[in-house]
């Protein structure tokens, strides 16, 4: 079956600009989390998004956003960019029968979506 | 605050040796702890998953230990291999959360 796919896998934008990264998530999955990687910090947990509901927020500015849409697909959306969002976002699933998710459900990630800010 | 510490951020190891890379937690009381690989450009691929009352967990040359009072888990790749280098990731949820939260990596490279 196919895999977690997301576009575009790379653009390069300036300072103030904003931009819209795409998350089709394995079918039948209903979980969609989205992470930051950057060499500095690692692999961070930007949120988490289950039946359209957003259920976990990290970190991050308002600059930040995300939404998921009935059929499961997600997008995330960076307003006002900084230098400092250039980094590779990842988004990932996880396949679950209920509402709830444990440290049993694994991710299933998708290539990422390499954005530069110039 | 919860803290994942992986130890190195590389280990550079003989091929045919086995690689063991740690994994400590603080302020966490997980029920699975995670492991991940993930490749230059490319996003985790997960590998092994270990619950509190197991005390380890094989598969193929790959083993993980999980000690809940030491609060670590040790990753070993046994007669490692060029093809193992990658970085290696542990992952925990803290309870009641919705958010799979990662160590920074600990990158191995086994050299022929």
């Known amino acids: 079956k196919a895999g977690v796919t997301q576009t575009p896998r790379y653009l390069i934008k300036t300072r103030g600009q904003q931009v819209t990264l795409s998350c089709s998530p394995i079918?039948?999955?209903?979980?969609v989390s989205w992470y930051q990687q950057t060499p500095g910090q690692g692999l961070q947990f930007l949120f988490e998004y289950f039946s359209e509901t957003q259920r976990n927020k990290g970190n991050f500015p308002g600059r930040f956003s995300g939404r998921q849409f009935s059929n499961s697909r997600s997008e995330m959306n960076v307003s006002t960019l900084e230098l400092g969002d250039s980094a590779l976002y990842l988004c990932?699933?996880?396949?679950?029968?209920?509402?709830?998710?444990?440290?049993?459900?694994?991710?299933?990630f998708g290539a990422g979506s390499r954005l530069t800010v110039l | 605050s919860q803290k994942i510490e992986q130890n190195s951020e590389a280990l550079n190891i003989q091929e045919g040796k086995t690689a063991t890379l740690t994994c400590n937690y603080t302020?966490?009381?997980?029920?699975?702890l995670q492991w991940y690989r993930q490749d230059p450009g490319r996003g985790p691929v997960f590998l092994l998953l270990i619950r509190e009352n197991e005390k380890e967990k094989r598969k193929e040359r790959l083993k993980v230990t999980f000690d809940t009072t030491l609060k670590q888990s040790l990753f070993h790749i046994t007669a490692s291999q060029p093809a193992d280098s990658a970085t290696y990731l542990c992952a925990l949820m803290g309870a009641g959360s919705y958010q799979l939260t990662f160590g920074k990596g600990t990158k191995l490279s086994v050299i022929p």
């Open positions: 302020n966490y009381s997980p029920a699975y």
């Open positions: 079918s039948g999955h209903r979980s």
């Open positions: 990932a699933s996880s396949g679950s029968a209920q509402s709830s998710f444990s440290g049993a459900n694994v991710l299933t």
